[in-house]
């Protein structure tokens, strides 16, 4: 691999590990900070208590934007064949 790939690989490894630590503390966030309450307190939205709903089902449409938004922005489309220098 060339510089220039190796440079660009590690740049998209660590967008990788950022969306994994942003959706993580996102998770965690509203399933701990929302579910932390008594049952009879809950909020319910569209039949599901507002930690579940926010930390797994808009948490997951979220993180999937991000990515989506990611990869089409910052990858790039690298070759795996070593290039011949002669």
Do not use: T
């Not at 660009?8 to 993580?24: K, M």
């Not at 932390?36 to 948490?59: H, R």
Request: with cysteine; proline share 3%.
């Amino acid at each position: 691999m060339s510089e220039e790939q190796i440079r660009i690989s590690r740049r998209e490894a660590w967008i990788g590990v950022g969306l994994v630590i942003f959706h993580f503390l996102w998770w965690y966030g509203f399933a701990y900070g929302l579910g932390n309450k008594p049952v009879e307190d809950y909020q319910y939205i569209l039949g599901f208590p507002a930690w579940f709903f926010y930390s797994c089902i808009l948490g997951f449409i979220i993180i999937f934007l991000f990515v989506v938004f990611f990869v089409k922005i910052f990858f790039h489309d690298l070759p795996f064949e070593e290039e011949d220098e002669d």
